[in-house]
């Protein structure tokens, strides 16, 4: 499994665009690469996935380089509710006996 | 459409005590995974079941048994509860090609 590699924390304010950046050097072809997002006392949830270029859907955007050995999440104009834990997360799409590995995560606190 | 529900949300065991954690999923996902959560870190895989009668280990799966005779259902085993297991344990399911992982509300384990 590729590991990756994010901030530990990050700040911002309200109204504020965030990028979180992930390191994936070892990356496999069929990799894909998922954004949760986890808020205290709850489970993960799915914010995006993509494979290559940019993903976007009504709550971030996704930036993958042509190298795919990192990738960006991209929370435009934030909110307090936005403050929780963002993981960056890389298998393989499709079947396959295969779990995630869940790293750290980076911790984002949005001020007021 | 329930999603991922588990019980019980909270629980107290003694020292040597055993229980079931019940997790169950409505979408008739045929993988399903049980992570567990320590104080401000990542998740970790303990068990995974890739469908009906197939289970395999994860990152850290002493102290725990699971099966697997349904789809909808996949419970965790704690045979001889200890200190060290007090942690929030979360069950997840995916369907077939979908990276995306859904996660239930989690269980909270204290070992006493």
């Known amino acids: 499994l590729a590991k990756t590699t994010q901030p530990i924390s990050m700040d911002s304010y309200e109204g504020q665009e965030v990028n979180i950046t992930c390191s994936h050097n070892?990356?496999?072809?069929?990799?894909?690469i998922t954004w949760y997002q986890q808020f205290p006392s709850q489970g993960p949830r799915f914010i995006i996935q993509?494979?290559?270029t940019k993903v976007t859907n009504e709550v971030a955007s996704l930036f993958i380089p042509a190298d795919r050995k990192s990738s960006t999440l991209s929370l435009p104009r934030v909110s307090l509710s936005d403050t929780a834990v963002y993981y960056c997360l890389v298998g393989a799409g499709g079947t396959g006996r295969r779990a995630l590995t869940f790293g750290s995560g980076t911790r984002l606190q949005v001020q007021p | 459409n329930a999603g991922v529900t588990q019980t019980p949300k909270f629980r107290i065991l003694k020292i040597g005590q055993s229980m079931t954690l019940q997790c169950t999923q409505d979408?008739?996902?045929?993988?399903m995974y049980w992570y567990r959560q320590d104080p401000g870190m990542g998740l970790k895989l303990i068990y995974y079941?890739?469908?009906?009668?197939?289970?395999d280990k994860g990152e850290v799966p002493n102290g725990y048994n699971v099966s697997r005779s349904t789809t909808e259902d996949f419970p965790l085993r704690l045979e001889l509860a200890a200190p060290s297991q007090t942690s929030v344990y979360f069950c997840a399911s995916r369907g077939e090609v979908q990276e995306t992982q859904y996660f239930g509300p989690g269980t909270r384990l204290l070992v006493l």
């Open positions: 079941s890739v469908g009906a009668g197939i289970t």
């Open positions: 993509g494979y290559k």
């Open positions: 070892n990356i496999a072809t069929n990799d894909y």
């Open positions: 979408m008739n996902h045929n993988y």
